[in-house]
């Protein structure tokens, strides 16, 4: 089937903008976490959302980052009054919480680019 | 939070060699999970390990979930070129999210 899928796969834009970047996670799946990762570096988590539970917001850097789920499926992270050290590759990822092997799979990413 | 320490952080190795990298928690874990991230790609699974001891094995790859549950390993035989990439574990306590390692980046030499 589908994997996960983001959009858009490049977004370049110029400090002070806001942009948002979109995940469409396996049907099915309960858990989504955003990850964000600058080059050559690790995987920064950002959030998660589980099922109806409350996200963990914890990773979050600023108030300038948000994100939703809606109905349990799509996620859109927002970026507000983007500043040059938030360029770097977006990942999404989801996972069947519950099941015995609740591996991630993860979208090809949106590489972001602040001017 | 509870995290996952990797080392080493970066690894040439010389092709045909063997290697081994190392995911290290101060705390039990539920289980750990491995991934393999390619130059200019996303991570993908390769492996959860679940139980105390268990020995794990894909081709060359060996893993290891050490019998505390507090550490793992995973060691690569007669490295290829293929290898190449960065490899991270992520551990899970109880029932909380997944938390990453900050991964091993390998490189191979020819």
């Known amino acids: 089937g589908a994997g996960v899928s983001q959009s858009p796969s490049n977004k370049v834009t110029e400090k002070g903008k806001d942009v948002e970047l979109r995940c469409d996670p396996i049907s099915g799946h309960t858990a989504l976490y955003w990850y964000r990762q600058s080059l050559g570096q690790g995987l920064e988590f950002l959030i998660y959302?589980?099922?109806?539970?409350?996200?963990?917001k914890s990773g979050l850097p600023s108030d300038r980052f948000s994100a939703e789920r809606t109905g349990g499926s799509v996620s859109t992270l927002t970026i507000q009054r983007t500043q040059q050290e938030d360029s770097a590759v977006y990942l999404c990822a989801s996972s069947q919480e519950g099941a015995t092997y609740n591996e991630q799979f993860f979208g090809p990413g949106t590489r972001l680019t602040v001017l | 939070g509870q995290q996952v320490m990797q080392i080493p952080q970066y690894q040439h190795v010389q092709e045909g060699e063997d290697f081994t990298t190392y995911c290290n928690s101060s705390t039990t874990l539920s289980n750990i999970q491995w991934y393999k991230q390619r130059p200019g790609g996303h991570p993908v699974f390769l492996i959860q390990?679940?139980?105390?001891?268990e020995v794990k094995k894909q081709k060359r790859l060996t893993f290891q979930f050490g019998e505390a549950k507090k550490n793992s390993s995973l060691h690569i035989t007669a490295t290829q070129t293929t290898d190449v990439g960065t490899y991270f574990c992520?551990?899970?306590?109880?029932?909380?999210?997944?938390?990453f390692g900050k991964g091993n980046q390998v490189v191979v030499i020819p």
């Open positions: 959302f589980q099922g109806n539970s409350a996200p963990d």
């Open positions: 390990l679940v139980k105390s001891g």
């Open positions: 992520a551990g899970r306590w109880g029932n909380n999210r997944l938390a």
